[in-house]
C-alpha cells in the first residue's frame, strides 16, 4: 500500500525550514528518502530503520515514529539546491533495501 | 565511477509491438532493481535481484513483463505486446548494500 506524503507542494524562500511528511498504515521495518530533480533520476537522501538506525550522505535530518508508522525529513536553512521532488519509500519486510514502494512525493520549490 | 547505465534511453513503439530495454548496474553492485514511473508518481518497484536470482517481482512481471539478469550482470527487462498505458519512464537502479540505491537515468517509454 502506498505511502502518503504531505504536504503535496510547498514553496519556500532560500534560507526557510521545510518538514516533508511520510505516513503508512502498514508496519514498516524501514523508510527511505530520495531526491528527484526534474529530468533526472532520483538521489538518495537517507534511510531510517526500526530501531533508530539512520543512514544519510547529506545535511539533511529525518526521524521514524515506529508505533505511528511516520516519518518525516527536516530540511533547514534550506539552498537553491534543495529544489525537486522528494520521495519517502517505504519496506515492510526487515531485510533492508528489499522491495520499496514509495509514495506520490513531495515537490519542492526554493525561490531566492 | 560510471553509473548505472540504461539503453535505449528512448524508445517509441507501436501497440502489440515487444520491446526490450537492458541496464548496466555499477560494477560490483550485487543488488538490482527495476522501476517504472509515470508523470507525477514516485517509483513503481516492478523486480528485484540479487546477483541472478530474481527475488521479488509485482504482479505486473506475471504476465507481458519478464526480468533476467544472465550471470549477475547486467539486467533485461521486456514487455511483451505493449499497451498504451505501458507508455513510463522505467528505472532501473543498483545497490551495493542494504540501504542505497542508485538510480540510472531511465528509458522513456512510447506506445502508439
Known sequence: Q?????????????????????SSSKALY????YRQKHGEAPVF????????????????SASFNEKKQQSSLYLTASQLSYSGTYFCGTERKGFGNEKLTFGTGTRLT??? | DTGVSQNPRHKITKRGQNVTF?????????????????????????TYFQNEAQLEKSRLLSDRFSAER?????????????????????LCA????WYEQYFGPGTRLTVT
Open chain 2, 94 to 97: 543498483s545497490s551495493p548494500s
Open chain 2, 70 to 90: 544472465p550471470k549477475g550482470s547486467f539486467s533485461t527487462l521486456e514487455i511483451q505486446r505493449t499497451e498504451q498505458g505501458d507508455s513510463a519512464m522505467y
Open chain 2, 22 to 46: 537492458r541496464c548496466d548496474p555499477i560494477s560490483e553492485h550485487n543488488r538490482l532493481y527495476w522501476y517504472r514511473q509515470t508523470l507525477g508518481q514516485g517509483p513503481e518497484f516492478l
Open chain 1, 2 to 22: 502506498q505511502p502518503v506524503q504531505s504536504p503535496q507542494a510547498v514553496i519556500l524562500r532560500e534560507g526557510e525550514d521545510a518538514v516533508i511528511n511520510c
Open chain 1, 110 to 112: 526554493i525561490i531566492p
Open chain 1, 45 to 60: 537522501l537517507m534511510i531510517l530503520l526500526k530501531g533508530g538506525e539512520q543512514k544519510g550522505h547529506e545535511k539533511i
Open chain 1, 30 to 33: 524501514s523508510v527511505h528518502w
